[in-house]
């Protein structure tokens, strides 16, 4: 059974592919709108969501097949009373697939575990490999290639968001470079580090880790933060993160230290004047509302590539 827990589990291979077919179903292709007749996703969320939600329940609808929104705080399992084992077993009798955006990664690596249908990480406190996929599709996109390009991330490497885009950097030969603090809370996870090295040296990737944000920015085809204050922390570690975070702020100092022609993202959520200055979020090189409309076109592809794998398509004659 193929899952999409993580981008580490997946192949060089399987990471292009689903690039590609996203770039070509964006084209809108013959055959798409019934490529996943019939078929239901189940939507677990334990946290909030504007785009993860709204893009998995479009790309099921625009495919012909229907999403069920599900919030867990309200369910037998958020009660306390149904185990994890217990409700995947239960829902892979009535859904073809079941996203989930969970706190602990260890609770989806478990759905995983007992479901008899593909699961998708919508986003743990670890990982966000949906949004890498698209951010891919956005690079590639907007340069025709996505190896040998670089990507400077600023702010908290210890990150989910960040996480995934160094697993989807390292597997495609995107050089990375994040500037972050020096403090180890804000470091990368040692594991995620760790095998992103490795994927890198297998691309031929450079992975790099400097404090210094203007070093980092420096040759970017693109500049990336995410918020200081993801859904999973608590307001009161609002004051101590902003202190430390405050010097990566992306700033157009810092974008004027990138190439000419270099791209701001974000996933969003954003807060204009914290991570990021307005003037560069509501700026031309800011691409962001493309790089979340990329969201819908690349969890089709990783819906149709889970659920319907014999689906080929074939562009439009215009
Ligand atoms: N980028 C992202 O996942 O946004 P949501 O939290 O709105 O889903
Ligand atoms: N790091 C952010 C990403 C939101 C899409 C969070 O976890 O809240």
């Known amino acids: 059974m193929m899952h999409l827990l993580s981008l580490s589990d997946w192949t060089r291979e399987q990471v292009e592919d689903a ?3 996203a770039a070509l179903l964006k084209a809108g292709p013959a055959g798409y709108a019934s490529a996943l007749r019939g078929r239901i996703l189940l939507m677990m969320f334990e946290k909030p969501s504007l ?38 077993r239960t829902a892979s009798r009535f859904v073809g697939a079941i996203m989930a955006r969970l706190y602990r990664q260890s609770d989806l690596v478990e759905i995983a575990r007992h479901a008899t249908v593909p699961v998708i990480n919508g986003l743990t406190d670890v990982e966000h490999p ?24 600023l702010g908290d490497g210890n990150n989910n ?17 994040l500037a972050c603090p ?33 070093e980092a920015a420096a040759g970017a085809d693109a500049i990336y933060t995410d918020t200081w204050v993801s859904y999973h922390h608590g307001a009161d570690q609002k004051a101590e993160r902003t202190r430390m975070l405050e010097p990566f702020r992306v700033t157009a100092g810092v974008m004027a230290r990138a190439k000419p ?21 509501d700026g031309p090189r800011s691409i962001v509302f493309d790089q979340a409309e990329n969201r819908l076109h690349a969890q089709k592809a990783v819906l149709l590539r889970l659920l319907n794998p014999q689906y080929h398509p074939q562009r439009t004659p215009l």
């Not at 890498?132 to 400077?152: M, P, Q, S």
């Not at 020096?182 to 594991?191: D, H, K, V």
Request: net charge neutral; proline share 4%; hydrophobic share 45%.
């Open 51 to 88: 785009r993860t939600r709204l893009s998995f329940e479009a790309a099921m609808l625009q495919t012909g097949g229907h999403a069920i929104h599900y919030d867990v705080g309200g369910s037998p399992l958020g009660k306390g009373k149904e185990t994890l084992a217990d409700t995947a």
């Open 261 to 281: 022609d270099a791209v701001f993202l974000h996933c969003l959520p954003a807060e204009r004047g914290a991570e990021v200055a307005a003037e560069v979020i």
């Open 161 to 177: 968001v960040t996480h995934s885009l160094m697993d989807a950097c390292s597997k495609t030969g995107v050089n990375f470079a």
């Open 19 to 21: 690039v590609r077919l």
């Open 130 to 153: 949906c949004q890498a996929l698209g951010d891919l599709l956005t690079l590639r996109e907007r340069r025709g290639h996505l190896a040998g390009l670089k990507v400077a991330f």
């Open 182 to 214: 020096e403090s180890r809370e804000y470091l990368p996870l040692p594991e995620v580090a760790e095998r992103t090295r490795r994927a890198a040296a297998a691309s031929g990737a450079r992975m790099e880790v400097v404090h210094d944000p203007v």
